[in-house]
Nanobody, 126 residues
Framework: QAQLDDSGGGSVQAGGSLRLSCAAS????????WGWFRQAPGKEREGVTV????????YYADSVKGRFTVSQDKSTNTLYLQMNSLAPEDTAMYYC???????????????????WGQGTQVVVSA
């Protein structure tokens, strides 16, 4: 059964770091778009970063550029999100997602991501 298992969330103080993981099962890892999305309380879900495993092309939301880094371990089909310099506004439920294709320039179009993790909570206190 195709499945994404995301983990690694927790509570940290502002300025701290966390690393999220997303383990994929029964999903073709290569030549897929893999993304991290987040949803803060009372807000719509938004894209954080995506990576295309075929070319290692990465895109980041402006709000996280320079602080967050997406990476992958192809040997274990695991996606990571290293989050540094966390701020209270980063508090959200974080989801990993995967899909076979996205429209050029529409990297965070959620309808293109057909597999989703269950989410992992990140809380950043001031």
């Amino acid at each position: 059964q195709a499945q994404l298992d995301d983990s690694g969330g927790g509570s940290v103080q502002a300025g701290g770091s966390l690393r999220l993981s997303c383990a994929a099962s029964e999903i073709p890892y290569s030549r897929y778009w893999w993304g991290w999305f987040r949803q803060a309380p009372g807000k719509e879900r938004e894209g954080v970063t995506v990576i295309y495993t075929g070319t290692n092309t990465e895109y980041y939301a402006d709000s996280v550029k320079g602080r967050f880094t997406v990476s992958q371990d192809k040997s274990t089909n695991t996606l990571y999100l290293q989050m540094n310099s966390l701020a209270p506004e980063d508090t959200a439920m974080y989801y990993c997602a995967a899909g076979p294709s996205v429209r050029d320039g529409h990297w965070f179009e959620e309808s293109k991501y057909i597999y989703w993790g269950q989410g992992t909570q990140v809380v950043v206190s001031a």
